[in-house]
């Protein structure tokens, strides 16, 4: 027979197996460090490894056709993506053409909004969108194909495209930031207040720095727009911390991130995430000025991808299901 010594010591050896399995750490993945994603990711990270039982570390990748098949695998648990990469996944086209379907994505939480527009220098002779036909812009993103359906999105809101502009090929978004600060093209997509935007500013200072163009709302342009993407005309208020933007404000694009898992990752480990990002507005707010725009009262919206059952669970019991 057992003595009483050992089987408490087997005891204490189970249960301290047992804790160290629910302490696992588990990864979110991002786009490279020093981007805005990583530092969400860290955020989000943070939030989770000192509020629950679960231990969360970002992992920064190349980008999302790099890591979406990962998570797709269950090989990492979570991600952050655009409202265009998980619908492109799920299919397997465009940046994940050649990639299998990702069927086992699943999205997670509606995270912020991230508000982007076409910005020209102050002084330039653009005034609207529509005057920027047959400008120089940035074209082809090799490296980032995503944005390609970004800037034709915004041009949409004008009755425009691509095509309309004479093309100047960048790598990608970034780089076609640092072309316009480099006066190599006419106009460029710009993140609000991102820190590539904030340089472009500040090197074209003897222009009157960069300025952004008004989309404007009319239903006819909110459905160009959604031709091309699910995305929607957004009020930017005036900012010291926002180049581009005068006074009164700026009409520009605004469209959704997500918190991304797998069919892989347990439900009660993506309640508890959602449940808890839910809770930490404030701490979040605090911790990166772009998720001063995270709302936990607009955490699910439709989508063809499907959503985690751990994330409809939480979002059933604060009414947020089915999306409004």
């Keep these: 027979m057992m003595s009483f010594r050992k089987l408490a010591l087997a005891s204490a050896l189970t249960l301290g197996f047992a804790g160290?399995?629910?302490?696992?750490?588990?990864?979110?993945?991002?786009?490279?460090?020093?981007?805005?994603?990583?530092?969400?990711?860290?955020?989000?990270?943070?939030?989770?490894?000192n509020k629950t039982k679960h231990q969360l570390r970002v992992q920064p990748m190349g980008g999302s056709s790099t890591y979406v098949p990962t998570i797709n695998q269950g090989q990492i648990e979570f991600g952050l993506l655009n409202v265009i990469d998980p619908a492109f996944a799920w299919?397997?086209?465009?940046?994940?053409?050649?990639?299998?379907?990702?069927?086992?994505?699943?999205?997670?939480?509606?995270?912020?909004?991230?508000?982007?527009?076409?910005?020209?220098l102050d002084n330039s002779k653009f005034k609207t969108l529509a005057d920027l036909k047959g400008a120089s812009m940035p074209s082809e993103f090799t490296?980032?194909?995503?944005?390609?359906?970004v800037q034709d999105a915004v041009l949409a809101n004008a009755g425009l495209s691509s095509k309309d502009m004479k093309g100047v090929p960048a790598r990608d978004y970034v780089q076609g930031m640092r072309m316009l600060g480099e006066k190599r093209v006419d106009a460029a997509l710009m993140g609000v207040g991102a820190a590539q935007a904030q340089e472009v500013h500040a090197k074209l200072k003897s222009d009157g720095g960069i300025r952004f163009l008004d989309l404007v709302d009319t239903p006819d342009a909110r459905k160009r727009m959604a031709a091309i993407m699910p995305a929607y005309p957004y009020k930017q208020a005036p900012s010291p911390a926002?180049?581009?933007?005068?006074?009164?404000?700026a009409m520009l694009m605004t469209y959704s991130a997500f918190i991304v898992s797998s069919s892989h990752v347990k439900d009660d480990v993506v309640y508890d995430i959602v449940k808890t990002v839910h809770a930490s507005a404030k701490e979040l707010a605090e911790s990166h000025?772009?998720?001063?725009?995270?709302?936990?009262?607009?955490m699910s919206e439709n989508h063809k991808v499907e959503w985690h059952p751990g994330a409809i669970k939480f979002y059933k019991e604060i009414g947020q299901w089915p999306p409004k």
């Design 289 to 298: 000025g772009s998720l001063r725009r995270f709302n936990p009262a607009k």
């Design 91 to 120: 299919d397997g086209v465009e940046n994940f053409k050649g990639q299998p379907p990702a069927k086992n994505l699943r999205l997670v939480a509606t995270i912020f909004q991230l508000p982007i527009g076409i910005a020209v």
């Design 143 to 149: 490296a980032q194909s995503t944005i390609r359906f």
């Design 242 to 249: 926002i180049p581009g933007v005068k006074d009164g404000g």
């Design 20 to 49: 160290a399995a629910s302490a696992q750490t588990m990864g979110i993945a991002t786009n490279p460090q020093g981007s805005l994603y990583y530092a969400v990711g860290s955020a989000v990270s943070q939030v989770v490894s």
